[in-house]
Every structure is written in structure tokens, then in C-alpha cells.
């Protein structure tokens, strides 16, 4: 005669199917959370990429003369804000200097982003006040995720 076993000690198939199901949605919610968290992580990227670009350019400007500071930029993007064709990064782009290489201390609107690269716009317009002092606004404009973003800096310069 065979002997009926009423207390075993491990886990039926549909206990572990159960356990296997709960598991997986587990793991589900955390893949959705670490793609949310990725890109986060890269408009953030993008947005301190933008206020980096802005900060070299304001530093640019404070060393250039004061008389030949102009409204201009340095446009890659067609698709961002403030695009014009003719703010390119290069020598004919007379705004950014006089000399032949002197767009090259503009720093280069294209940018390697976790290992994507991204085109920003960077353009600064003047206001001149009484004739010895100007506001230089520099916005930098980028296009991530179909939507257009801004990043602005203010400075003032004076005739000293």
C-alpha cells in the first residue's frame, strides 16, 4: 500500500507561477521608472548643457570692446527658436569678430550629450542705455522631445 504524504515542504507549480507573475509586474514598474528616470536625467543634461552655453558666451562678451559688441548669435537648429541662417559658426559670420578665426572663442553650438548630439541656438540682443551702458540678453534655444526650450542670462555692460 502506498503511503499519502499531507505535509510537504515545498512550493506547488502554481505558487511558483504566482510568485513568477508578481515578479515580472515588478519588474515591469521598475523598467518604466528607470526610463522615466533616464530621461530626466537627459533634459537635465540638456538644460545645464543650455546655461553652460550661455554662461561661455556672457564670459565672451564682458572681454569683447564695447563698441563692437551687436545684436547676433550662433544658429545650428532651423527647427529651435531663434534660428537665422546667417548666425553660422564661421568666419563669415562678421558679428562675432573682425579676425578670421575669431568665431572660434564663441564655444560650438553643437553638443555631445550622453552620447547624443544636440543643436542649440545662441543668440544676444543689446540695449543700449544713454550711451554708456547696455544690456546683453543671450538666450539659447534647443529642441528636445518635439518641444522647444529656452534657457535666458541677462548682463550689463558699461563704457569704462
Known amino acids: 500500500m502506498e503511503k499519502i504524504v ?6 506547488s507549480l502554481v505558487e511558483m507561477m504566482i510568485a513568477f507573475v508578481i515578479i515580472s509586474i515588478s519588474f515591469l514598474a521598475l523598467s518604466a521608472v528607470m526610463v ?15 546655461s553652460r552655453l550661455n554662461t561661455q558666451t556672457a564670459e565672451i562678451l564682458m572681454t569683447v570692446p564695447y563698441n563692437e559688441i551687436s545684436t547676433c548669435g550662433i544658429t545650428l537648429d532651423p527647427e529651435a527658436p531663434n534660428y537665422n541662417s ?12 573682425t579676425n578670421e ?14 552620447t ?10 543689446i540695449q543700449v542705455f544713454n550711451n554708456s551702458a547696455m544690456q546683453i540678453i543671450i538666450t539659447t534655444s534647443y529642441i528636445h522631445n518635439g518641444i522647444s526650450h529656452s534657457t535666458q ?8
Request: proline share 3%.
Open 6 to 11: 499531507l505535509n510537504s515542504k515545498g512550493f
Open 153 to 160: 542670462s541677462v548682463i550689463y555692460r558699461s563704457r569704462v
Open 36 to 50: 522615466s528616470a533616464i530621461n530626466i536625467n537627459l533634459e537635465n543634461e540638456m538644460q545645464n548643457t543650455a
Open 116 to 125: 547624443i548630439k544636440k543643436k542649440f541656438n545662441i543668440v544676444w540682443d
Open 101 to 114: 578665426n575669431s568665431y572660434m572663442q564663441y564655444p560650438y553650438p553643437e553638443q555631445t550629450i550622453n
Open 86 to 97: 546667417s548666425y553660422i559658426y564661421d568666419n563669415s559670420n562678421k558679428c562675432l569678430g
